[in-house]
């Protein structure tokens, strides 16, 4: 091959690479994969959660289709997204872990959004599932249910963090709980932990979220 030749393949060759990287390029759209990732869904919900209009929302997963990051399905006169394949979450993780180990911003964001966080006990995945095995702990998926419905980890319970007070009597103190939401950037599991812990049980929060234990292949199950 020729230097001229050469080139060119490198040329097309990160072309076709940054399209990934171009279609990742826009905050909303890394937003919409976070929420993709917890499983599929409407145009509408991701709407809703993002505070976009549809419109734009539907203008984004557009994108991200043409990188080929999500793929649509059609359900009557509604279409719902879901992520291409699990090297998509892999590549917002990365993202996600770069920019809390370069940019400063973040931390500190992450510190004043989830000061509280400091303060609570947090459980690593490897030892949550000795425990789970061992039937030593309830876990609570804290998310809303339909991403409880999409996947969570296998025997969870699903009381939405909104749910929790009125549905405390449901859970025994008796036993320790650990509490999971969406991943690092969710408040949801620092919420129910500090709910349950003013309640009297002793309550963690798992260090990661569920997309995170589903990647790493530890037991999930479907509804």
């Known amino acids: 091959m020729n230097n001229l030749a050469h080139r060119q393949f490198k040329d097309q060759l990160f072309e076709q690479l940054a399209r990934a990287a171009k279609a990742l390029s826009s905050p909303r759209r890394l937003e919409l994969v976070d929420l993709l990732a917890q499983g599929e869904r409407s145009v509408e919900d991701l709407a809703t959660l993002t505070g ?8 984004h997963l557009q994108a991200l289709r043409k990188a080929l990051l999500v793929r649509p399905r059609r359900e009557g006169l509604r279409t719902f997204y879901t992520l291409s394949d699990d090297s998509v979450f892999r590549a917002w993780q990365a993202i ?6 370069r940019f400063a911003e973040v931390d500190r964001l992450l ?19 000795r425990r789970i095995r061992n039937e030593q702990v309830i876990v609570l998926d804290v998310r ?16 939405p963090v909104k749910e929790l007070q009125r549905r405390l009597a449901d859970l025994p103190k008796r036993r320790e709980i650990v509490a999971y939401c969406r991943g690092p950037f969710c408040v949801y599991a620092d919420e129910a932990v500090s709910l349950l812990k003013r309640k009297g049980y002793r309550a963690r929060r798992l260090d990661t979220g569920f997309p995170d234990w589903k990647s790493a292949g530890l037991p999930v199950e479907m509804e």
Request: glycine share 6%; no cysteine.
């Open 111 to 129: 510190k004043t959004y989830v000061a509280e966080r400091q303060s609570l006990e947090s459980i690593a995945a490897d030892e949550l599932l």
């Open 96 to 101: 996600r872990e770069l920019g809390h180990r």
């Open 52 to 59: 976009m209009s549809v419109a734009n929302t539907s203008q």
């Open 144 to 159: 809303p249910e339909p991403e409880y419905r999409a996947g969570h980890i296998l025997g969870a319970r699903s009381i």
